[in-house]
């Protein structure tokens, strides 16, 4: 499930999936938990490929559901965005 916002100029997306793979032959599987991951890119120029980059969002065990995964997940990526205080950003190798 991928959900796409806007924040300070860049995009969000917002990406939500089960904490254990489906098995072949089974339903969905979603007693476990989701996990969720964040990509940020900047707005397609046309010209050239758009920066992005893939963040997976922190987090000792899985979510409960899909909605505290895309709260956490949007939360995480404005925090990124936004910066720790330091001169890193979010184009900085980790």
């Known amino acids: 499930m991928t959900t796409i916002r806007h924040y300070r100029g ?5 990406l939500v999936y089960p904490h254990r793979a489906t098995q072949t032959g089974f339903g969905r599987n979603y007693e476990e938990g989701f ?11 046309g010209i050239d490929e758009p920066r992005s ?22 939360a995480y990526a404005e ?7 330091s001169d890193r950003t979010i184009w900085s190798p980790a």
């Open 53 to 74: 980059r893939l963040f997976r969002v922190p987090g000792k065990r899985p979510f409960v559901n899909t909605g505290d995964a895309r709260r956490a997940s949007l």
């Open 35 to 45: 996990d969720a991951s964040i990509r940020i890119s900047e707005p397609g120029s």
């Open 79 to 85: 925090m990124l965005i936004d910066g720790d205080g």
């Open 10 to 14: 860049l995009d969000i997306s917002l």
